[in-house]
């Protein structure tokens, strides 16, 4: 809990830090509770998104209705996981192998699910964006931030994504003296920060990337941050531009 608390306090301090200087982000945007675009730059340069492509998973996995409360039969870190457990994982702790696991089970395996994703994108009315995995591992996957506005407010309307954007810590016992935990890969949830939506990435194509839609005192805005110099710089540049509009 400390240690939460003092990263969130380094990102206060970043917060000021950024608003003097220029953003190492290469594409961003501030939108508003309508999806409406307040700001932002670089706005439809098309680029590589890493885990964001998880949001996207998520969203065409829940559509196809399957049970959330079946167990998977394939085993990962060495136990089974339900639906629900692997949307857990793949948001919070942006785990690659259940994003896929999602995949490899959802009707017709991963072709057809990555086809959905496109079909998704393409009904969103996301132009830009091309999905070629489940994962985000490819740089393949491609969006643009205003396209990156459109998933987001898409996936706000599911339950197993808001609620796993506000899951700071995944954990199950491996034996009674032994547990496995995860945290969120935004170390500002469970800080006191209220999501909606949140997800980070990152590959080296695509530098350090986040989206999120949280509350203010202006109202609900989005954020999306792409192509921000690491993982270390992407979440308080991206809550520093939450708080300008």
Request: aromatic letters at 6%; glycine letters at 6%; one cysteine or more.
């Amino acid at each position: 809990m400390k240690k939460t608390l003092l990263f969130f306090l380094l990102a206060i301090y970043a917060c000021a830090t950024f608003a003097q200087t220029n953003l190492t982000a290469q594409a961003w945007l501030i939108a508003d509770d309508n999806g409406t675009i307040l700001e932002g730059v670089h706005t439809t340069d098309i680029r590589s998104i890493a885990s964001i492509t998880k949001l996207m998973t998520s969203i065409v996995v829940l559509d196809s209705g399957q049970s959330l409360t079946e167990t998977i039969p394939k085993k990962l870190y060495n136990r089974k996981f339900t639906r629900q457990e692997l949307f857990n994982l793949a948001i919070v702790r942006s785990d690659n192998n259940a994003a896929r696991m999602l995949c490899e089970y959802y009707p017709g395996g991963v072709k057809k699910c990555v086809e959905a994703m496109n079909a998704k994108a393409s009904t969103l009315g996301m132009s830009s964006s091309r999905f070629t995995d489940p994962t985000g591992l490819l740089n393949t996957n491609v969006s643009t931030a205003e396209d990156l506005v459109k998933l987001v407010m898409a996936a706000k309307n599911y339950p197993t994504i808001t609620s796993a954007s506000n899951t700071s810590t995944i954990q199950w016992q491996i034996n009674k003296k032994k547990s496995a935990i995860f945290h969120n890969t935004n170390r500002l949830v469970g800080t006191g920060v209220d999501f909606i939506v949140s997800k980070t990435g990152w590959i080296t194509a695509s530098g350090g990337c986040i989206v999120m839609m949280l509350p203010g005192e202006q109202g609900v805005r989005t954020v999306v941050l792409l192509g921000s110099k690491n993982t270390h710089t992407r979440i308080p540049e991206a809550y520093m531009l939450s708080k300008l509009h």
